[in-house]
Nanobody, 122 residues
Framework: QVQLVQSGGGLVQAGDSLRLSCAASGRTFSTLHVGWFRQDPGKEREFVAGINRNGDMTYYEDSVKGRFTISRDNYKNTMYLQMDSLKSEDTGVYFC???????????????WGQGTQVTVSS
């Protein structure tokens, strides 16, 4: 079993920056692919960013490329999402996720964090 505990999030203004963190326990972190997803009211959970177990491959949804950066620290069992130049369209509940194997960009991950609200006002 893998437990994911998120921190960060909050209310910010457009153009501001925010960093989300997700700490993992229960399994060796370096064996897991991890990602970040966003869910808006009444919509499906959507892929935002992903990074493979070694940290040498990253994937981003088109709208966040150049603004968001996903990273991981396998020594601290923690993953991050650095969000810069935030827009109102980035508003939503963000979830970190992990999986043992499989693609990074689909929503069928094995483990999920509790979610954290990010609200960007203009």
């Amino acid at each position: 079993q893998v437990q994911l505990v998120q921190s960060g999030g909050g209310l910010v203004q457009a153009g501001d920056s925010l960093r989300l963190s997700c700490a993992a326990s229960g399994r060796t972190f370096s064996t897991l692919h991890v990602g970040w997803f966003r869910q808006d009211p009444g919509k499906e959970r959507e892929f935002v960013a992903g990074i493979n177990r070694n940290g040498d491959m990253t994937y981003y949804e088109d709208s966040v490329k150049g603004r968001f950066t996903i990273s991981r620290d396998n020594y601290k069992n923690t993953m991050y999402l650095q969000m810069d130049s935030l827009k109102s369209e980035d508003t939503g509940v963000y979830f970190c996720a992990a999986r043992l194997k499989g693609p990074l960009t689909t929503s069928d991950y094995d483990y999920w964090g509790q979610g954290t609200q990010v609200t960007v006002s203009s």
